[in-house]
């Protein structure tokens, strides 16, 4: 119901926001115009044709009365009444009105942002048209001259009140409302203990209320919860439902995933192992194998019923004692997960050997029916029904496979059950508690910061310090003594000491690298010269066998 009621709201605050962004909620433009200031009196104006200083100065000092009036009451009136608006107030112009003066010059710039293009270009037309008048009136002198004629630009999204955003909101959550009452007539949820009996005619061994402590738990850490109390009392009725049906061997299962049947299961094995009964637990969930991750964490596949089904291991390998009596036979999850076929189910069954009670958990029937193999190696189903979970329709679809299948159901647990009003009561408790913990993570990454910083700080002062004491020339006698060596402790001289011995293992080896390098290279650079005079001796002898010595007397033969 809380989730249905959440996503109405966020229904609402996305359609807002969406026409927001698109303008339809709050359309608003902007109006822009600038104008200049000139002194004007008795009809005639007082500037020439060509200003000099005298006027220029007269229309600077008569700008901040300029815009004084513009935003005036007196103004704003006459503005009203010179564009014919009606339902537009004095303060309204005024309020969505910027006006400013283009640094010490005698030029104004007015910005208007106005929810409607032809209202803005009207008011501001008016403003230019109508202070003119105005200032007449009132100081006697000046007017104003329209330097850029007003232009409208369309702001995306515009300006919105916040009422807007309120009354979506509550909108928002009026239409989780209805989808939550319209889920709990045509699509009903069980809620009720009571139901499971009356709806399914099953008997309930147990309710155990929703706790996020007990889900973050391993089921062999020791706790004193109240939920230990629920279980214990489940696990000794199953223990008498079992015993008075005379059966040993059981699977669970339920109708979705997340209906917390593995955890469950995994805690009433333990108490039968605490009871002194010799139990077997194994995990047939195929598509989510969860109980090695409880139990053990990172599982070998040799410790698993996949490689005891496979022949990589015996029965004592894959096989894993919690406690005393209490063995688990985990699976893990592979590519192509096994089915239930005929090896398998002879593999289980001669696990099953030697153990008062046995144990299997699945995946869950109303998704998977192939579950239902295993009434050939079980005697009895157990039910888990989370709270408000499942539709009732679905939970019916999966009990009629099972009575169809001819196994009983010794019994159904109500698992993960809220309390609204103690939910309710809670919750500025369970909020201040989280915030804490936020405060405490936070806390907590800026001393990890800091401390990094210093060390950083400390690495760096440490190396400078070791750079100036060997490029110093100064004489024993004249250097300083370091006041950190005078007052550190013995702990501190050791540390000191041993980065030394450190630092001159790393030099020593250093400079051995380096002579290698040298050597290295001056051993190369011989290779070089011997290839480079065998050669020219190669050369040389090349070109004596083939060139016949000169003789100067052969050239005048042919004459």
């Known amino acids: 119901m809380f989730i249905c009621t959440v996503v109405g709201l966020i229904i609402g605050v996305t359609i807002i926001g969406a026409g927001y962004i698109r303008g339809e909620v709050s359309r608003e433009y902007r109006v822009t115009s600038s104008v200049a200031v000139i002194t004007t009196g008795n009809g005639r104006e007082y500037q020439s044709a060509t200003p000099d200083q005298t006027n220029l100065n007269a229309a600077r000092s008569l700008t901040e009365s300029a815009i004084y009036i513009i935003k005036s009451q007196r103004n704003m009136e006459a503005v009203i009444a010179d564009a014919g608006l009606s339902g537009v107030s004095a303060g309204d112009i005024s309020r969505n009105l910027t006006v400013n003066r283009n640094g010490e010059t005698e030029i104004i710039e007015l910005t208007l942002l106005w929810r409607s293009e032809k209202e803005g270009l009207s008011i501001v037309n008016s403003i230019n048209k109508v202070t003119s008048s105005v200032m007449k009136e009132t100081v006697k002198l000046g007017a104003l001259s ?127 192992a605490r009871l002194g009964k010799k139990t077997l637990l194994i995990d047939c969930n195929f598509q989510n194998p969860m109980l ?43 590519r ?132 100036s004491t060997e490029e110093t020339t100064l004489p024993v006698e004249e250097a300083i003594p370091d006041l950190s060596e005078i007052t550190s402790s013995p702990s501190q001289e050791k540390k000191r000491e041993k980065e030394e011995k450190k630092r001159e293992k790393l030099e020593k080896k250093r400079e051995k690298q380096e002579q290698r390098e040298r050597e290295k290279r001056e051993k190369q650079e011989q290779k070089k010269l011997l290839s480079e005079k065998k050669e020219v001796k190669k050369k040389k002898n090349d070109h004596t066998e083939s060139d016949p010595p000169y003789d100067p007397g052969s050239e005048y033969e042919d004459l």
């Open 146 to 272: 329209v330097i850029n004629e007003p232009k409208v630009t369309f702001i995306v999204g515009g300006h919105i009140n916040l009422s807007v955003w309120i009354y979506a909101a509550i909108i928002g959550f009026l239409i989780g409302v209805g989808i939550c009452v319209l889920r709990f007539i045509f699509l009903p949820s069980v809620i009720n203990e009571d139901d499971i009996t009356s709806l399914f005619g099953i008997d309930t061994l147990g309710s155990l209320p929703f706790s996020r402590d007990y889900a973050r738990m391993k089921p062999t850490t020791p706790t004193a919860l109240p939920i230990m109390d629920d279980i214990k009392s489940s696990a000794h009725l199953l223990i008498s439902h079992m015993e008075g049906a005379g059966v040993h061997k059981l699977y669970i299962t339920s109708t979705k995933h997340d209906e917390g049947k593995t955890r469950f299961i995994a805690d009433v094995a333990l108490q039968f």
């Open 292 to 334: 090695g991750r409880l139990f053990i964490g990172d599982l070998p596949y040799e410790k698993t019923l996949n490689a005891l089904y496979r022949g990589d291991a015996d029965k004592l390998d894959a096989v894993t004692r919690i406690n005393g009596c209490l063995d688990l036979l985990p699976s893990v999850l592979e």
């Open 336 to 467: 192509n997960p096994e089915n239930f076929n005929d090896a398998l189910l002879r593999e289980l069954n001669r696990v099953m050997e030697g153990y008062d009670y046995v144990m299997i958990d699945t995946a869950p029937v109303g998704i998977d029916a192939e579950v239902l193999r295993l009434n050939e190696i079980t005697e009895t189903v157990l039910y888990v029904v989370r709270f408000d979970h499942a539709r009732v329709d679905e939970i019916k679809r999966a009990m009629e496979r099972i009575a169809k299948s001819g196994i009983p159901v010794v019994g159904a647990v109500f698992n993960c059950v809220v309390n609204w009003r103690q939910t309710i009561i809670n919750a500025p408790k369970r909020m201040a508690n989280s915030l804490k913990r936020e405060k405490k993570r936070r806390e907590k990454e800026e001393k990890k910061r800091t401390d990094y910083q210093d060390k950083r700080e400390k690495a760096n002062n440490k190396s400078l310090r070791s750079r």
